[in-house]
């Protein structure tokens, strides 16, 4: 059994900034992919940000050059550092990694979602 855990969620004014961490605990044998996502109310969940485990990254076009995401692989976390913060940005964010729990075994992990608002 895997379980990721969220923090750094909370309430900033617009152009602040805040740090998201997701470390997964349990039975891992390595980490592929991972990846923030976020849900804003009445939206679809949508792709924030990854990092495969070679460290390339990807962002959503409305994150590129305020967010950055990083991993620390001996710590099995992911970080999203978000920047100059606008209200749009408000959502339930949620980490979700590749796992395999043993070599060919995959499967993805989602994190329990932290809220992040963004007041004007």
């Known amino acids: 059994q895997v379980q990721l855990v969220e923090s750094g969620g909370g309430l900033v004014q617009a152009g602040g900034s805040l740090r998201l961490s997701c470390a997964a605990s349990?039975?891992?044998?390595?980490?592929?992919?991972m990846a923030w996502y976020r849900q804003a109310p009445g939206n679809q969940r949508e792709l924030v940000a990854d990092?495969?485990?070679?460290?390339?990254?990807h962002y959503a076009d409305s994150v590129k050059g305020r967010f950055t995401i990083s991993r620390d692989n001996a710590k099995n976390t992911v970080y999203l550092q978000m920047n100059s913060l606008k209200p749009e940005d408000t959502a339930v964010y949620y980490c979700?990694?590749?796992?395999?729990?043993?070599?060919?075994?995959?499967?993805?992990?989602w994190g329990q979602g932290t809220q992040v608002t963004v007041s004007s």
């Open positions: 979700r990694f590749i796992i395999a729990t043993m070599p060919g075994r995959l499967y993805a992990a």
């Open positions: 349990g039975s891992i044998f390595s980490i592929n992919t």
């Open positions: 990092i495969t485990s070679g460290g390339s990254t």
